[in-house]
C-alpha cells in the first residue's frame, strides 16, 4: 500500500512563493495520475491540480490557474507543486492522492502540510 508524504508547507507573504513536495513510499507512482488538492478551515477539500503518469499533461483548477505549476520527478517517486503569487485564499491544508480526473482515486490521506499565506 503506497504511503504519501507531504511536506514544503508554511507561513508567507501575500506574493510570495512556496514548493511543495509530496514523496511516495510503497509503491511507484510512475503509472498513475497524482493531484493536489487542498482543505481550508471549515470548508470541504478541493482539487487544485492534477498531472498525468508521465508528466506531459497537467490541469488546475481555475482560482490557481497561471500562479500554481504540478511537476513530478518518477524517478523520485515525487510529486511537486509550485506555488507563486500566493493570495490569503490560498491559505489551507495541502494534500496529494492519486487522481483520475480532478477526483481522488486513494482511500486515504495523508497528513497533508499546512500553507498560510499572510495579508
Known amino acids: 500500500q503506497v504511503q504519501l508524504v507531504e511536506s514544503g508547507g508554511g507561513l508567507v507573504q501575500a506574493g510570495g512563493s512556496l514548493r511543495l513536495s509530496c514523496a511516495a513510499s510503497?509503491?511507484?507512482?510512475?503509472?498513475?495520475?497524482m493531484g493536489w488538492f487542498r482543505q481550508a478551515q471549515g470548508k470541504e477539500r478541493e482539487f487544485v491540480a492534477g498531472i498525468n503518469y508521465s508528466g506531459g499533461n497537467t490541469y488546475y483548477a481555475n482560482s490557481v490557474k497561471g500562479r500554481f505549476t504540478i511537476s513530478r520527478d518518477n524517478a523520485k517517486n515525487t510529486v511537486y507543486l509550485q506555488m507563486n503569487s500566493l493570495k490569503p485564499e490560498d491559505t489551507a491544508v495541502y494534500y496529494c492522492?492519486?487522481?483520475?480526473?480532478?477526483?481522488?482515486?486513494?482511500?486515504?490521506w495523508g497528513q497533508g502540510t499546512q500553507v498560510t499565506v499572510s495579508s
Open positions: 492522492n492519486s487522481v483520475r480526473g480532478a477526483q481522488a482515486l486513494g482511500g486515504s
Open positions: 510503497g509503491r511507484t507512482l510512475s503509472s498513475t495520475a
